[in-house]
C-alpha cells in the first residue's frame, strides 16, 4: 500500500558470493538507486509469489536494465527465482505490449523451484523454499552460506507452525506482521501469532516487515515489549541496514 516511510516488498542482501534482492515491488525499483545499491550488478532476484506488491516492480526493472547505459556491457547472468507460474508470469508482462523484457543486453535465467528441494539461489549459498498459507504458490525461504549464517524471510504469510521450525535459531528472522491485532484475513499475520513464531523458532533477531498502515498508530516498542520476546524485534523501515556475522 502506498506509504510515505514503508514502500513495498523488497530487501538487498550482500553476500561473500554477490548480491540478492528478495521481492520487488514497484518502488524497489527507484529505491534502489536511491540507496546507492548496485542494481545494475544484481546477481539474482527472489520472488516469493505473485501479488503486486512483491512482483510489480519486476517488469519495470528489466525494462530498465535492457535500455540503461550501465548494464549494456553486463556479461553475467540475471537471475531470477520464485515459484511455478514464474516463467509465465514474466511472459504474460512481456506480451502485454511486446517489450522484449526477456531480450536482455546479458543472459536471463528464470529459475522455477519447488517447496524443500534445495538449490543454490547465489554461488554457495544454500537455499530452500517452503509452502505457505497465503497463495497457492507462495513461499517462504531459508538461505545458509558458508559461515553458516542464516536468514529466513516469511515473505507474505498466514500463521503456521512450520514457518517456526523453518526459522528455529536463524540469524536473522524477517517475518510478516502486517496486522497489529484482530486481523480481518487468515492470509496474514498479527503481532501475537508473529510473537509465538518467535517464541518457538528463537531467532538471534527478527525484523517485522509488511506493516499495514494501521501500525502507524501503535506503538510499536510498547507492544512488543509487552509479549517479553527472547531476542530484538526490529520494526521495519525503508532504508533500513543490518549486518549479519
Ligand atoms: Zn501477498
Ligand atoms: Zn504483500
Not at 553476500?15 to 540507496?35: F, K, N, P
Not at 501469532?193 to 501500525?215: C, F, G, N, S
Amino acid at each position: 500500500m502506498p506509504h510515505p516511510q514503508r514502500s513495498s516488498s523488497g530487501f538487498w542482501l550482500e553476500t561473500a558470493s554477490g548480491s540478492l534482492l528478495l521481492d520487488c515491488s514497484a518502488s524497489v525499483v527507484h529505491r534502489m538507486a536511491q540507496e546507492s545499491l548496485d542494481w545494475a550488478n544484481l546477481d539474482a532476484i527472489w520472488i516469493s509469489h505473485f501479488h503486486l506488491d512483491h512482483v510489480g516492480g519486476l517488469p519495470a526493472f528489466l525494462f530498465g536494465t535492457k535500455y540503461a547505459p550501465a548494464t549494456q556491457k553486463r556479461e553475467k547472468p540475471l537471475k531470477i527465482f520464485g515459484a511455478k507460474g514464474l516463467q509465465n508470469l514474466i511472459e504474460k508482462f512481456d506480451a502485454a505490449n511486446e517489450y522484449n523484457l526477456l531480450k536482455q543486453p546479458f543472459p536471463l535465467d528464470i529459475i522455477e523451484v519447488e517447496p524443500l528441494e534445495k538449490f543454490e539461489i547465489l554461488d554457495k549459498i544454500e537455499t530452500v523454499a517452503l509452502d505457505t498459507p497465503h497463495t497457492p504458490e507462495s513461499l517462504a525461504i531459508h538461505l545458509r552460506d558458508e559461515t553458516d549464517a542464516t536468514i529466513v524471510y516469511s515473505a507474505d504469510t498466514g500463521f503456521t507452525k512450520t514457518l517456526g521450525t523453518l526459522a528455529r535459531s536463524a540469524d536473522l528472522f524477517v517475518l510478516e506482521c502486517s496486522f497489529f491485532k484482530n486481523k480481518p484475513v487468515e492470509t496474514h499475520l498479527e503481532l501475537a501469532e508473529a510473537m509465538y513464531l518467535i517464541r518457538y523458532a528463537k531467532p538471534k533477531r527478527v525484523i517485522l516487515v509488511h506493516l499495514y498502515p494501521e501500525w502507524d498508530a501503535v506503538d510499536f516498542e510498547k507492544e512488543v515489549k509487552k509479549f517479553s520476546p527472547p531476542c530484538e524485534v526490529i520494526e521495519a523501515r525503508d532504508g533500513l541496514q543490518l549486518e549479519i556475522i
